[in-house]
């Protein structure tokens, strides 16, 4: 099974990400790294906690990482995901416990631990693995790539430029894209094209097995908050869980190799992702203009239904 680290800010749509690795077959999830995010890091933890009991999952390494972006205060978007970060589903408290070391050496041991090349797959804001990185910079000999959501091609959420991951902690991901790993950056675009319609929830809400029914609850409250792109129809966003979909099967991504540069300075548009559409691979420089940013690999479309389907 390809080995993956999941970084999350659990979150409605990271839960639905974390059933879907736990459960795919084809998926070793080697450990998760908890930050602040959709709410503050120590709900993040419970919430992922209560996940991992909801889905009968077995020991994973679950840490507790940074309590705040790199250089800002953290922000929460409990008006998305409910008070309690996860649509206020009333999930038991986990006798889980956390592992003791805190998130970045988890995530160091998680990698160097690894007989494969690890897969880092950021769901939330990119301070943990950022740190990881200029902390441990030894991780990226074992690191396959990254695979993170994050960022958008053509307008944001938390603000009219800038996606929310990205948004929370700018310097992280400027950290990221530069760290020179490949990275794939599952956004906006795709981010809102999967949705499972209401009928398909409805009857996922009605499974015997715990962790399905709590998946359908979830996209019926992800249904109810999270935009999708009105040339998808309507439904549950899967969201965060389509970025290990495409983990899984990189095929139901169409990506574009281009430069994407993390905007810092303060205003309008920081934290957006500019993404240079005019570069061609191989060439120094487009329209004679030296092209900013770090090579990405961008999704520009997915294979939404096929990603459904993955996920179903
Ligand atoms: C991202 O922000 C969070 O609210 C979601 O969990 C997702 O990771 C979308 O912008
Ligand atoms: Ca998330």
């Known amino acids: 099974a390809q080995p993956v680290v999941l970084d999350v800010d659990t979150g409605v749509d990271d839960a639905l990400a974390l ?3 736990v459960r795919h077959p084809g ?3 080697r450990g998760i ?3 602040a995010g959709n709410a503050d890091v120590d709900q993040v933890v419970a919430n992922t906690l209560a996940v991992l009991d909801a889905l009968d999952a077995p020991e994973i390494p679950v840490a507790r990482g940074a309590e705040q972006p790199l250089l800002e205060t953290a922000r929460d978007a409990r008006h998305v995901h409910g008070a309690d970060g996860l649509g206020d589903q009333g999930l038991p408290a986990s006798s889980r416990a956390t592992f003791g070391g805190g998130a970045l050496e988890m995530m160091r041991m998680a990698v160097l631990d690894s007989p494969e090349p690890v897969t880092l797959v950021p769901l939330a804001p990119m301070t943990n693995v950022a740190l ?3 902390a441990y910079p030894e991780v990226k000999q074992n690191i396959a790539g990254i695979v993170a959501m ?3 091609v053509t307008g944001g959420n938390a603000t009219a430029s800038a996606e929310f991951n990205v948004w929370h ?3 992280a991901a400027a950290i990221v894209l530069g760290a020179g790993l490949p990275v794939t950056m599952y956004g906006l675009d795709v981010f809102s094209q999967v949705v499972v319609e209401q009928a398909t929830y409805e009857v996922l809400r009605d499974d015997p097995d715990p962790a399905v029914a709590l998946a359908g609850r ?3 409250h992800s249904h109810g908050v999270i935009r999708s792109d009105p040339a998808v129809g309507h439904g549950g966003l899967i969201g965060d869980a389509g970025a290990v979909c495409a983990v899984a099967r990189p095929e139901l991504l169409t990506t574009h190799r281009w430069p994407v540069h993390v905007a810092l300075a303060p205003g309008l548009t920081r934290g957006q992702t500019v993404v240079d559409r005019r570069y061609v691979l191989g060439e120094d420089s487009v329209h004679g203009v030296d092209s900013l940013g770090h090579l ?3 999704a520009l479309d997915v294979d939404a239904e096929g990603t459904r389907d993955l996920f179903l």
Do not use: I, K, T, Y
Request: charged share 20%; proline share 4%; with cysteine.
């Open 33 to 35: 790294s908890c930050v």
């Open 218 to 220: 979830l996209l019926a």
């Open 27 to 29: 998926l070793d999830v």
């Open 19 to 21: 059933m879907f690795a």
């Open 169 to 171: 902690d700018p310097e």
């Open 296 to 298: 990405v690999d961008v």
């Open 132 to 134: 990881l990185l200029r």
């Open 150 to 152: 994050g960022g958008a």
